[in-house]
């Protein structure tokens, strides 16, 4: 069975920092681009951020300078860290593998900025 499984979110205070991860399983995901996902209450779920194969990065533009997008294809695992976290960037983030024609998801972590 096929899974990618985030895990590292959590409370979070404004400026602090935490680090999601994405271990897949199943299959390799090496050749694929991955991606970092994000919906909040009320909005459509977003791209925050995404990695090629040969590891070339994007961002929104919401999160750049603050997020950081890499992966480990030995592991098998993307991470996203996050730093100078605010209050918006409170929301479900979700783990994505681009493979045609059906792309994998994973369950999604809570991650909540606030004081």
């Known amino acids: 069975q096929v899974q990618l499984v985030e895990s590292g979110g959590g409370l979070v205070q404004p400026g602090g920092s935490l680090r999601l991860s994405c271990v897949g399983s199943?299959?390799?995901?090496?050749?694929?681009?991955m991606g970092w996902y994000r919906q909040a209450p009320g909005k459509q779920r977003e791209l925050v951020a995404s990695?090629?194969?040969?590891?070339?990065?994007n961002y929104v533009d919401s999160v750049k300078g603050r997020f950081t997008i890499s992966r480990d294809n030995v592991k098998n695992t993307v991470y996203l860290e996050m730093n100078s976290l605010k209050p918006e960037d409170t929301a479900v983030y979700y783990c994505?593998?681009?493979?045609?024609?059906?792309?994998?998801w994973g369950q999604g972590t809570q991650v909540t900025v606030s004081s």
């Open positions: 199943g299959r390799i995901f090496s050749p694929y681009t």
């Open positions: 990695i090629t194969s040969g590891s070339k990065t």
């Open positions: 994505n593998a681009d493979v045609a024609p059906f792309p994998y």
